[in-house]
């Protein structure tokens, strides 16, 4: 985003002048207008979206003029898995007795006890401690191997024990568009998806949303996998649009000569 020579760090985006807001709105709204042949016309992401994203920050127009929204999507497997890591790491050796709490994500009654019985038999590695020990270098250390982490992983998610909940909220404090945070019960963050729910999110009045449903999920429902696609600029999009549309127009016709040939060898 370009910057003018008044531009003051920190300053969320509400607060700002209106020239800078009016300069940020009318930037977005002319990429999303480049990029509507791939993305539908309704938001303006970076992330290649490839049909199984967890995760996905976008932009889109907000109502009225000068306004729009940043928003950081995750569906409800992401906060699920972290969950069930979380509650692995309370059932091995000397670790703290409960699970820490976690947003999006609510436990049963007496978890880590459940946990626990559920997990007995399993190699869930060596004492689990509360201090961290860094690298030589002074990177993080290499997250301790757990011989039966697949397994514990699996009997844990599909015991019904853990619950997340579709919601999203306004986070004001952001530079450039009104923040947006969100969390959605959809397989995966796709065009289709990601258009849907800022439908939802306007039907909605724009304000902050919970679901009073609580949501728990199957082992085969979940990846533990991030896309670490690569920056998908609105330039990208076209090409890539382009591309598919080329791909299959080449594909179209190769199919219409290939049936000519067969129809002239018949005859």
Known sequence: ???????????????????????????????????TPALGGKFMT???????????????????????????????????????????RTCRPSSLDQPSEMPHVRYCDDVARIARDLLKDLDLGGPSGIEIDFDDDGSWPAAPEIPDEARARQILADAGIVFVQEEWALRP???????????LNVPALTVEH????????????????????????????????????????????????????????????????????RSDQVV
């Open 173 to 183: 404090y952001y530079e450039w568009g009104t923040g947006l945070g969100a969390t």
């Open 46 to 88: 970076d992330d290649l979206l490839d049909g199984a994203n967890t995760i996905v920050c976008a932009a889109f127009l907000g109502q009225k003029p000068s306004d729009y929204y940043r928003v950081a999507m995750q569906t409800t497997s992401v906060p699920y898995e972290d969950a069930i890591d979380e509650l692995i």
């Open 1 to 35: 985003m370009k910057r003018d020579s008044n531009y003051r760090y920190g300053v969320p985006f509400g607060l700002r002048s209106r020239a800078q807001r009016k300069y940020a709105y009318i930037n977005l709204k002319n990429q999303i207008r480049l990029v």
């Open 194 to 261: 990601i258009n849907s729910f800022i439908d939802r999110f306007f039907a909605c009045g724009c304000t902050n949303f919970q679901s009073e449903a609580n949501i728990s999920l199957k082992f085969e429902e979940l990846s533990w996998h991030f896309n670490d696609g690569p920056w998908m600029t609105a330039k990208d999009w076209v090409a890539l649009n382009n591309s598919t549309r080329d791909f299959v127009a080449s594909t179209d016709d190769t199919g219409i000569r290939e049936q000519e040939s």
